[in-house]
């Protein structure tokens, strides 16, 4: 139920799969959080995709152990579920207005506030990408850097406008039913994974296919109907100072969209890794592809791995207490160059960096 008060408050903390999940009242209605981690370390937030919680979209990337150290070894991690996405959740009332791309992004900022939470680094996947790219255009001193995943960030050109307007049409006349999960499904996955009569569709889109059978129809159209009536927000990525990290699989239907922001970021703060045989969810398909990529990028903030051969000392970067100037490439002596990644098969572990990452200088 939405609040009319700006004020944000917890009403019941749980123990979760290792995390504990924060229910927050906000101004605009509750939202589940999952932490993970020393709340002392610099934050991570993550944003999913339309009818995504962090355990369908994140999950093979967290699970994936190289990724998954480098990670909760420099971060503590905040998972943000949209409104009524959180496992459990009940149905949205009816009643409560249906928020905007606008009130969503307002909601992570009331969100940082609870938890005292200065700059953040940001991971979002798809809509989550443009929620959280929304975000750092409109509070640019809030975000340190952005990992993106097949992100948005133009209105919905003619054929997406016509798939959210069938799957609306879906969840509003007949909930989850099998025809808008392929739908889903095809946002997601590429065809590689999905399967055909000959081939199974693998374990991911199994688990997928199951988990979205939990999803409440009406909460998931209303993140739907706040999706299609986002604005254009192209002329923002101008003025985006903090560095940019940008994935996406080259079966995405969301690819040139991908590539149209990249044209518009300040090159000198962005990167694009593009991975074959890929859809959307590069988090669930390929996670590996995105551990070397990340970590280059992570260098630039002082963020490394840990060596296995020693303890896991606490990250020493603070965001809010590094003047901004230092986290530049060229203070770091770290040049970051476009970059593009060719995986030939889930299963490999041969990445052919066609230009350079990073540059020593």
């Known amino acids: 139920m939405a609040d009319s008060s700006d004020s944000v408050s917890v009403d019941m903390e749980t123990i979760y799969l290792g995390g504990k ?24 937030i993550t944003y999913p995709d339309v009818a995504l919680n962090h355990m369908l979209c994140f999950q093979g990337l967290f699970f994936c152990p190289e ?65 959280l790219t929304l975000f750092a255009t409109k509070y640019r001193d809030r975000v340190t850097g952005l990992i993106l995943v097949s992100p948005l960030c133009k209105a919905p ?26 739908c889903l499904l095809q946002r997601y996955f590429s065809k590689e994974v999905r399967g055909n009569p000959e081939i199974p569709e693998s374990d991911i889109v199994q688990s997928c296919r ?12 209303r993140y739907l109907q706040a999706i299609d009536k986002r604005p254009d927000i192209t002329e923002g990525l101008k003025k985006l100072k903090c560095r940019t990290l940008i994935f996406v699989g080259d079966s995405s239907p969301f690819h040139s969209e991908a590539l ?29 592809a995105m551990l070397i990529p990340m970590e ?17 000392p606490r990250s020493p970067l603070s965001p809010s207490c590094i003047s901004p100037e230092l986290l530049s490439p060229e203070s770091m002596g770290l ?11 889930p299963d490999s572990n041969n990445i052919e960096r066609l230009s350079m990452i990073c540059l020593f200088v």
């Open 67 to 131: 990724a998954a150290s480098l990670l909760l070894h420099n971060f503590c991690i905040y998972h943000i579920s949209p409104p009524g996405h959180e496992l459990g959740a009940a149905a949205i009332c009816p009643d409560d207005p249906i928020l905007s791309v606008e009130d969503l992004c307002d909601q992570i900022l009331e969100v940082l506030n609870y938890f005292r939470l200065g700059a953040v680094m940001c991971m979002g996947a798809m809509a989550g990408a443009y929620i």
């Open 21 to 44: 999940e924060h229910i927050i009242q906000t101004g605009r209605g509750s939202l589940s959080i999952i932490v993970y981690g020393d709340q002392e370390k610099p934050p991570l």
């Open 296 to 312: 280059y990028f992570l260098m630039g903030y002082g963020l490394y791995r840990p060596s296995p051969f020693t303890g896991s």
């Open 335 to 345: 040049k970051l160059k476009p970059i593009k990644t060719r995986v030939s098969s």
């Open 260 to 288: 149209h922001m990249m044209g518009k970021l300040d090159r000198r703060y962005s990167a694009l890794v593009e991975v074959q045989a890929c859809g959307s969810m590069v988090t669930e398909e390929q996670p590996h």
């Open 157 to 182: 050109s003619w054929t997406e406008w016509f798939y959210n307007k069938l799957m609306s049409n879906l969840l509003y006349y007949y909930g989850m039913c099998g025809l808008l999960k392929e």
């Open 210 to 221: 199951k988990l979205l059978d939990e999803r409440q129809s009406v909460n998931v159209w």
